[in-house]
C-alpha cells in the first residue's frame, strides 16, 4: 500500500516533475525519488546528506568499490535501483 500523496506527489512542483519524468522517459518516477520528495525536510534531505557523506566521503574505499558494493547489496535484495 503507498500513501496517495507519496504516489501523486504531495505538492504542485512533485505533480509537475512526475508528469515530465512519466512524459519523456515514457515510466513512472522511481518509487525511491518519490519517497525523498516527500515531505523532503522530514527525511528527503537528511537521507540524502548521509547517503552523500557515505558514498562520497573520506574512506578507505575508493568512490567505485562503494558504488560496487551498493550495486551488489541492491541485486541480492532484488531492488532494481
Known amino acids: ?3 496517495a500523496n507519496v504516489e501523486r506527489g504531495d505538492r504542485f512542483v512533485d505533480r509537475l516533475l512526475y ?3 512519466r512524459r519523456f522517459s515514457g515510466f513512472r518516477a522511481p518509487d525511491v525519488v518519490r ?7 522530514l527525511f ?3 537521507f540524502s546528506a548521509l ?3 557515505v558514498m562520497r566521503g573520506r574512506s578507505e574505499w575508493t568512490v567505485g568499490e562503494r558504488e560496487l558494493f551498493a550495486a551488489y ?3 541480492v ?3 532494481t535501483f
Open 44 to 46: 528527503g534531505r537528511p
Open 73 to 75: 547489496v541492491s541485486r
Open 35 to 41: 519517497t525523498l520528495r516527500y515531505r523532503a525536510s
Open 19 to 21: 508528469w515530465i519524468i
Open 51 to 53: 547517503t552523500q557523506a
Open 1 to 3: 500500500m503507498r500513501l
Open 77 to 79: 535484495n532484488d531492488c
